[in-house]
């Protein structure tokens, strides 16, 4: 399977799963750090102890920078963005409060609120539109007495499409109420400044747009929040204190017991200096370049059906579609053995999605590109598509 | 880590150490600093919020005394 990939050059579509090329230097990181420090962070005080602790020390100071955090005890580690938005919301939620979330939201979202429903946490959906776009003055009219939290995805990983996350920071402000942000899909592809955009939590994984290691993620958690009033998901070793049997109270290390993933945020600091060299900016011009012109082509094909807004402004490099009468899978599977097109069909964990666009059960086709993907590689994939809505 | 990276910008000679016994059984690390500098070390990490733990001077005999 491997090899017989290895002979075509595969075009891979699916990062908004899992990036895949890392940029050069990050496995190196990873390797050297394994080679040359390979110690446990903050747990002792030899110089291969110091030098891991360093490098950790070194990725919070870099995703301060890029997530415009002032002061980057703020930033916790945790394995990625549903460890972070589990984190937020039971550690923040009491049963009686109230929270507000979009009808676009991922599982990692939705399955922790559901079961925060069930211990007396009320939850009310905004809907969101066809093309999975929110009016942040259905946010506001859905605020309650006893509200919370707004809870919203940055980017739908279905669609791509954004929501209005700065307008809705400012609502969340005015109401004195907090608002998490789950950028699984946009940290290292669109601008985010925590300040700017009013944002009191924002979840982020390293896998994705800031090019790292599966099993790197983190949490923001802003100066609105009293980190001694918000509970761990886990007590445990932490290096510091260690005279004391209770759990420290004081950033990031309440909330990051256990040896951190060191070798995983050596690659995340790695992945992360790339994105900061390239520029967000500069990287989403170049990918929303791609992803207009493959729209584009596709919207042509009276048997493709594209899913997510109308104007191109409104989107990260991530979309979906359909090409008529092929279910998803189908579409996928040809695409990957004709054509060496990766990509990923279904529901992509995120049902109240498709059910908001109208596509659950059967799902859709998505792609999602990266830095790494070319010119050519779109030309391939519209030829591809081309050829399968012609074969039907 | 934060404190190594302000002090050693401003030029302040610093040495990373394990904590010392008599401190601490914690199983961290302490910065060591020249009695010279330390004015001017504690009033730049003041600045920059950086929160000290505890401070030590080292007396004649070796022995730490809390300050």
């Not at chain 1, 990509?343 to 059960?361: D, E, I, M, V, Y």
């Not at chain 2, 610093?14 to 004015?39: N, Q, Y």
């Amino acid at each position: 399977m491997v090899k017989e990939m290895k002979i075509k050059k595969v075009i891979y579509f699916d990062n908004a799963a899992t990036s895949w090329p890392k940029p050069p230097g990050v496995k190196e990181a990873m390797v050297q750090f394994m080679d040359e420090v390979g110690a446990n962070p903050g747990r002792s005080g030899h110089f291969r102890s110091i030098e891991a602790a360093r490098i950790v020390f070194e990725t919070r100071e870099a995703l301060s920078i890029l997530f415009h955090v002032k002061d980057s005890s703020r930033i916790v580690f945790t394995l990625n963005a549903t460890e972070s938005i589990n984190l937020a919301l039971k550690g923040l939620l009491k049963p009686g409060d109230h929270v507000i979330t979009s009808s676009m939201e991922h599982n990692s979202v939705m399955r922790p609120l559901r079961d925060l429903e069930k211990k007396g946490i009320a939850l009310s959906i905004v809907p969101c539109s066809k093309e999975g776009m929110l009016d942040s003055r259905e946010v506001e009219g859905k605020i309650q007495s006893n509200t919370k939290m707004v809870v919203l995805n940055h980017a739908s990983n279905v669609t791509g499409t954004l929501l209005p996350v700065e307008e809705v920071g400012s609502i969340v402000r005015k109401h004195n109420l907090l608002l998490l942000v789950d950028a699984a899909q946009t940290a290292g592809a669109c601008p985010i400044d925590v300040e700017r955009d009013g944002i009191d939590l924002l979840a982020f994984t390293g896998h994705k747009s800031l090019y790292g290691p599966q099993g790197t993620g983190g949490l923001v958690i802003g100066e609105r929040i009293q980190e001694k009033e918000m509970i761990p998901l886990k007590q445990g070793g932490t290096g510091s204190r260690s005279e004391f049997e209770e759990q420290p109270d004081f950033l990031p290390d309440c909330f990051e017991s256990g040896t951190p993933n060191g070798v995983g945020l050596a690659g995340l600091l790695a992945g992360v200096q790339f994105v900061l060299g390239k520029g967000v900016e500069q990287i989403r011009q170049n990918e929303m370049a791609l992803v207009e012109m493959l729209i584009k082509c596709l919207k042509e094909l009276p048997q493709v059906k594209v899913y997510g807004p109308e104007n191109q402004g409104d989107r990260i490099a991530t979309f979906s579609f359909n090409v008529a009468p092929l279910p998803p899978s189908e579409t996928a599977s040809r695409l990957e053995k004709e054509f060496a097109v990766l990509c990923r069909p279904g529901l992509h964990c995120a049902p109240a999605a498709h059910r908001t666009l109208g596509t659950f059960p059967e799902g859709t086709v998505r792609f999602g590109l990266s830095a790494f993907n070319t010119e050519a590689e779109i030309d391939t994939a519209i030829q591809a598509i081309f050829q399968i809505s012609k074969e039907g | 880590m934060r404190a190594e990276k302000l002090l050693k910008g401003k030029g302040i000679k610093i040495d990373l150490v394990p904590v010392p016994r008599e401190i601490s059984s914690d199983c961290g690390v302490a910065i060591e600093l020249s009695v010279d500098s330390e004015e001017e070390a504690f009033h730049l990490l003041e600045e920059n919020k950086v929160s000290i733990l505890e401070r030590y001077a080292r007396g004649q005999e070796g022995k730490f005394e809390k300050k």
